[in-house]
């Protein structure tokens, strides 16, 4: 055995006996240094991760506004690895596709590529994930029956703030963490997977665990870029803010 082979056993080790207790502190982390240095992490040991520091994210994702207050999100932790294989198989089906399509399409840039190439690293190691967090929300939709955007907009409004919360809890105590929704491309299988009712729609998932990489500052467009004054196309601050 080389020495970096016990170098990334004692690593792996020491991220598999952290409690929350070891870890909770770092929620304290100034909330523009968590929200500076967010990203995506997908390639994730497969150490385990405490349930008592999974529960901990999911209680503060809970503080996140919902529609008239309905409170009307649910949460999924996955840790069994059969119920994995199966979302990893749906994932994996679906990214043969969008996959492929994103790497033609990207061919040149070099920048897209690393992202596709962690999203390849994801699909391929689904199952090692140590734990997933399935959001969903419960009723309030008519199936089958057409409805204006806003009512999509505002039925979803209910958990997308309480995943942010969610990812960012996850940043400040160390854990790795994306959003991803490729797994429930079939809402009936991803049901079916996951025992829900017809009266809970999953909405995304969030894969979790101990980061083979690190957090870091993340690379953006300039904020005058992207934003406009009363009329779209009317952007007084493009100039005004660095590239």
């Avoid at 070891?22 to 909330?31: H, T």
């Avoid at 419960?138 to 907009?153: C, I, K, W």
């Amino acid at each position: 055995m080389t020495s970096g082979d016990g170098n990334g056993q004692q690593a792996q080790a020491a991220t598999s006996d952290r409690t929350l207790a070891d870890v909770e502190q770092g929620l304290g982390m100034p909330l523009q240094e968590a929200m500076s240095t967010q990203r995506a992490v997908r390639r994730l040991l497969p150490d385990p991760v405490d349930d008592a520091i999974v529960l901990r994210c999911i209680e503060l994702a809970l503080k996140a506004p919902t529609g008239s207050n309905g409170q009307n999100w649910e949460f999924v932790v996955v840790k069994d690895r059969a119920l994995m294989e199966q979302l990893g198989r749906q994932n994996r089906q679906a990214w043969s596709i969008y996959g492929g399509i994103g790497k033609r399409q990207n061919k040149d840039n070099e920048a897209m590529l690393k992202v596709l190439a962690a999203v390849d690293w994801q699909a391929e190691h689904f199952a090692e994930i140590p734990v997933l967090v399935v959001a969903c929300l419960r009723g309030n939709r008519v199936p089958f029956v057409p409805m204006p955007p806003m009512a999509h907009s505002s039925y979803f409004g209910s958990i997308y703030p309480s995943v942010q919360n969610l990812l960012l809890a996850a940043r400040a105590m160390g854990l790795g963490a994306a959003l991803i929704t490729l797994p429930l491309w079939s809402t009936t299988v991803a049901r079916r997977i996951l025992g829900l009712p017809a009266s809970v729609l999953p909405c995304c998932i969030v894969p979790m665990g101990w980061p083979r990489g690190r957090y870091g500052p993340t690379t953006r467009k300039p904020v005058g870029q992207v934003t406009h004054l009363d009329r779209f196309g009317n952007q007084p601050w493009k100039e005004s803010t660095p590239s």
